[in-house]
């Protein structure tokens, strides 16, 4: 540090203390600085090569200021080069379990530097450290072989060799594993509990397993008990709780979770006992769908196909007339497939629609309608021999059926797709028949024709068998 009255200095080198110096550039040492009132560049600094480790040499400085002018010599100072340059690396690093559960270490290195020290041969029970030499002092060149008479049982123990010179310079092999191997059982999760909230985020916590091999969890699930637990947790959990994020809109109602310990040899433990938790009911049950209709004198009797909804608890009849609002007529328990309609009005035309409702009180939407009128309305004859096949060459379902051919008449096609809503899918007027080409696999369907006649009476419906479409 110049204090900023030089411009340039000669930069000088000796073998010996008291000289002489000699010039090591062949000019003097110039310095330009971007800013002159930084503090940072104020330190000036040159490194000299001396080709030679461990020699000392002696330094000074005489500064120049801008007028040419040379000031006394600074302080001598002494310096020397340093060996920077490690041994070759130890390789071919391997480690065995022997009979005695003692684990023996080996490795090779070919050359030995003049300057090499001896081996050093750590141990961790983490890959990241910290490592501890397992034995005193330094191993010889030839003494390629140890034996690690105290490996963790209960853990994986990490090795790694050092070539170490006598300027403590160090290059390390790679870093290998042994494990203790131990056939004795492994204890399983105890105590799962959890929750599922309503947006479908799961969270689950276990017991601690008290076997020190232990090392992480691994989490499994099924909608069922008799069905296959897949693998839910990617990497190995190393603490004792579990989330996911899983779907609301499915019919399994519930989900079962297991966990599985891991030991340091990544053997797993039994399943533990399973831990069932239901999902929040967000969808709405199947309704119902009419199947029939009778008008006897000033009665109506209305029949039913029940929902198909396994949480079913309640189904509901509305009716209301063109124009008006809809009236809850009855409700009815999960078994009541019909109703008899006693409190009509002559020459009215009445309309009825289903509604179910589940153990979570969500609502069905309303049932395709069906009327009624006791102003001498006659019913239409059903169709007979509803007939559904699947073509596996043509990939469609055909559906036929018998009915007097007339123009006066219209053939209204139903479609459900495995048990759920029954929705109108075409309405046929020129044959007995209609294909369904728009068929997936792993499907169940059924289908269901219902006559309408020219001035909208119609016939009750009549449903084919149901046609499972396992391949395409």
Same mark, same amino acid.
């Given at each position: 540090?110049?204090?900023?009255? /030089?411009?340039?200095? *000669?930069?000088?080198?000796?073998?010996?203390? @008291? @000289?002489?110096?000699?010039?090591?550039?062949?000019?003097?040492?110039?310095?330009?600085?971007?800013?002159?009132?930084?503090?940072?560049?104020?330190?000036?600094? $040159?490194?000299?090569?001396?080709?030679?480790?461990?020699?000392?040499?002696?330094?000074?400085?005489?500064?120049?200021?801008?007028?040419?002018?040379?000031?006394?010599?600074?302080?001598?100072?002494?310096?020397?080069?340093?060996?920077?340059?490690?041994?070759?690396?130890?390789?071919?690093?391997?480690?065995?379990?022997?009979?005695?559960?003692?684990?023996?270490?080996?490795?090779?290195?070919?050359?030995?530097?003049?300057?090499?020290?001896?081996?050093?041969? %750590?141990?961790? %029970?983490?890959?990241?450290?910290?490592?501890?030499?397992?034995?005193?002092?330094?191993?010889?060149?030839?003494?390629?072989?140890?034996?690690?008479?105290?490996?963790?049982?209960?853990?994986?123990?990490?090795?790694?060799?050092?070539?170490?010179?006598?300027?403590?310079?160090?290059?390390?092999?790679?870093?290998?594993?042994?494990?203790?191997?131990?056939?004795?059982?492994?204890?399983?999760?105890?105590?799962?509990?959890?929750?599922?909230?309503?947006?479908?985020?799961?969270?689950?916590?276990?017991?601690?397993?008290?076997?020190?091999?232990?090392?992480?969890?691994?989490?499994?699930?099924?909608?069922?008990?008799?069905?296959?637990?897949?693998?839910?947790?990617?990497?190995?959990?190393?603490?004792?709780? /579990?989330?996911?994020?899983?779907?609301?809109?499915?019919?399994?109602?519930?989900?079962?979770?297991?966990?599985?310990?891991?030991?340091?040899?990544?053997?797993?433990? +039994?399943?533990?006992?399973?831990?069932?938790?239901?999902?929040?009911?967000?969808?709405?049950?199947? /309704?119902?769908?009419?199947?029939?209709?009778?008008?006897?004198?000033?009665?109506?009797?209305?029949?039913?196909?029940?929902?198909?909804? $396994? #949480?079913?608890?309640?189904?509901?009849?509305?009716?209301?007339?063109?124009?008006?609002?809809?009236?809850?007529?009855?409700?009815?328990?999960?078994?009541?497939?019909?109703?008899?309609?006693?409190?009509? +009005?002559? &020459?009215?035309?009445?309309?009825?629609?289903?509604?179910?409702?589940?153990?979570?009180?969500?609502? %069905?939407?309303?049932?395709?309608?069906?009327?009624?009128?006791?102003?001498?309305?006659?019913?239409?004859?059903?169709?007979?021999?509803?007939?559904?096949?699947?073509? &596996?060459?043509? $990939?469609?379902? &055909? *559906?036929?059926?018998?009915?007097?051919?007339?123009?006066?008449?219209?053939?209204?096609?139903?479609?459900?797709? #495995?048990?759920?809503?029954?929705?109108?899918? &075409?309405?046929?007027?020129?044959?007995?028949?209609?294909?369904?080409?728009?068929?997936?696999?792993?499907?169940?369907?059924?289908?269901?024709?219902?006559? *309408? %006649?020219?001035?909208?009476?119609?016939?009750?419906?009549?449903?084919?068998?149901?046609?499972?479409?396992?391949?395409?």
């Amino acid at each position: 540090y110049d204090g900023g009255n /030089f411009t340039s200095y *000669i930069l000088e080198r000796s073998e010996s203390e @008291g @000289g002489p110096f000699v010039p090591i550039t062949n000019t003097p040492y110039l310095r330009i600085k971007s800013n002159p009132n930084s503090i940072e560049e104020s330190i000036a600094s $040159h490194i000299d090569s001396v080709g030679v480790n461990y020699k000392p040499f002696y330094y000074r400085i005489t500064g120049i200021n801008p007028f040419g002018i040379k000031s006394s010599p600074s302080e001598v100072i002494m310096g020397m080069g340093v060996d920077l340059t490690p041994p070759g690396a130890p390789y071919n690093f391997k480690v065995e379990e022997q009979a005695d559960k003692s684990i023996k270490l080996t490795w090779k290195k070919d050359i030995k530097e003049n300057d090499f020290f001896g081996y050093i041969v %750590s141990k961790a %029970s983490d890959y990241q450290g910290p490592y501890n030499a397992i034995h005193d002092g330094e191993l010889q060149f030839s003494n390629t072989t140890i034996i690690d008479n105290n490996p963790g049982v209960a853990q994986r123990n990490y090795y790694s060799v050092a070539a170490v010179d006598t300027a403590g310079n160090v290059s390390t092999s790679m870093v290998n594993i042994g494990i203790i191997s131990d056939d004795s059982p492994i204890q399983s999760p105890t105590d799962l509990t959890g929750s599922i909230d309503a947006d479908g985020k799961v969270n689950i916590q276990w017991e601690k397993c008290s076997d020190p091999r232990v090392i992480g969890y691994k989490v499994y699930s099924s909608n069922s008990p008799n069905h296959r637990f897949l693998m839910k947790s990617g990497e190995l959990i190393k603490g004792t709780t /579990f989330s996911e994020k899983i779907s609301l809109k499915t019919l399994s109602e519930r989900v079962i979770y297991k966990v599985a310990a891991v030991n340091v040899g990544f053997a797993y433990s +039994e399943l533990s006992e399973g831990l069932e938790l239901n999902r929040p009911d967000i969808v709405a049950p199947s /309704f119902g769908v009419f199947n029939g209709r009778k008008i006897i004198d000033d009665t109506v009797t209305l029949s039913w196909a029940i929902s198909h909804s $396994h #949480d079913l608890v309640q189904q509901r009849l509305w009716r209301k007339i063109e124009g008006g609002e809809w009236i809850l007529l009855a409700s009815f328990d999960t078994t009541v497939d019909s109703y008899e309609d006693l409190s009509l +009005e002559p &020459k009215v035309q009445y309309i009825y629609a289903l509604q179910s409702v589940d153990d979570a009180g969500l609502e %069905s939407e309303m049932s395709p309608f069906i009327t009624a009128s006791i102003s001498g309305y006659k019913e239409l004859e059903s169709v007979k021999n509803v007939t559904a096949v699947y073509d &596996k060459d043509s $990939h469609e379902i &055909k *559906i036929r059926w018998d009915y007097p051919r007339s123009e006066d008449y219209t053939f209204l096609v139903y479609k459900s797709i #495995d048990a759920l809503k029954l929705s109108a899918l &075409k309405k046929v007027s020129e044959s007995n028949s209609y294909h369904d080409k728009r068929i997936k696999k792993d499907k169940i369907y059924r289908y269901g024709i219902r006559v *309408i %006649s020219k001035d909208g009476m119609e016939s009750p419906i009549v449903f084919s068998n149901s046609i499972p479409v396992t391949n395409q």
